[in-house]
């Protein structure tokens, strides 16, 4: 991608220091830990750039060893790191992923956290196809929520998709206010992603067209299953895709691989049975690992933010 190239998929939030063994046990005994990149938005761009799309992640971290550590991780999947920032005055955050058990934050205070509209003022939102976000980054903060205002706000209107994944994180959301914002931003999007234990938990939605009903909004919602499948509801009706038997060593981050799978599908062209059977398809390389991350090359899958 040459400097000037606007990229077609532009993704925002913030991107931590992850801790996690190197083979499916517990942080209790493992005595081999590895250090990856891992942020919900920042996996969606690395997972569509090895689908041979162009993307950009754009995020602040610290001015630190583990922020740019970062950077180059994330830049060499052949993401655009063009507008991603280092702040002097905040640290990068940090996390501890323990297979089985579930993932441990130290975020408080990050540069990301310190995030506001101006992080997206000399951006061109509205060139790119796909402008992604989470229900993550609201969370984050007062100017973090401004900066998630803002975008959809340029995007909405725009001709670019706003493409947003619930991402729901109880303990971001103490104020308790996390159902009517995260309700009010997925109705404001064209494509949405949410799990139905999610949205059970965060609306009392039982089944997929529960979800439907409470969405009418979105272009296309895509309520996801977890074993069971995923179903998408829009332009093309109702379309069910079961999911891919696969034996899991880690949940995390395949909600993100399935995203990047949709949508590369969907800048490619793919109807609604192949965008999910490409998310499906993501998702499983990553719950094989303990990565938020993975490739498949020559039939082996293995993790490749490694330094």
């Keep these: 991608m040459t400097p000037e190239a606007m990229p077609r998929l532009i993704a925002i939030g913030e991107t931590m220091m992850m801790f996690a063994p190197a083979r499916a046990e517990s942080l209790a005994t493992a005595e081999d830990v590895r250090l990856h990149a891992g942020g919900a938005e920042s996996n969606v761009a690395c997972h569509v ?105 340029r995007v909405e209107a725009s001709s670019a998709a706003l493409s947003f994944d619930v991402n729901h994180r109880p303990a971001l959301w103490r104020d308790g206010t996390a159902a009517p914002v995260l309700l009010a931003l997925a109705n404001r999007a064209d494509i949405v992603f949410v799990g139905r234990d999610e949205a059970q938990a965060l609306w009392g939605c039982s089944t997929a067209d529960d979800v439907r009903a409470l969405l009418p909004e979105p272009e296309r919602l895509v309520v996801k299953d977890g074993s069971v499948g ?67 090359s020559a039939s082996i899958a293995y993790s490749e933010i490694t330094e």
Excluded: N
């Design 49 to 153: 750039a090895h689908a041979g799309l162009s993307s950009a992640w754009v995020g602040a971290v610290g001015d630190d060893v583990f922020g740019h550590r970062i950077r180059r991780s994330i830049e060499r999947h052949g993401v655009d790191t063009r507008w991603v920032t280092f702040d002097p005055a905040a640290p990068t955050g940090v996390y501890f992923k323990d297979p089985g058990k579930g993932v441990l934050y130290y975020r408080s205070g990050s540069a990301a956290s310190r995030m506001g509209p101006a992080a997206v003022a000399s951006i061109p939102l509205e060139d790119a196809d796909v402008v992604h976000l989470s229900g993550i980054t609201p969370a984050l903060s007062a100017s973090c929520a401004a900066l998630v205002h803002t975008v959809f706000e």
């Design 230 to 296: 995923a179903t998408e509801f829009g332009v093309d009706g109702r379309v069910f895709e079961p999911a891919i038997p696969t034996d899991v060593v880690e949940a995390v981050g395949a909600g993100d691989a399935f995203a990047a799978g949709y949508l590369a599908a969907l800048l490619r062209g793919e109807d609604s049975g192949d965008r999910l059977r490409a998310g499906h398809e993501r998702a499983r390389l990553v719950l094989m690992s303990t990565s938020d991350f993975v490739v498949e």
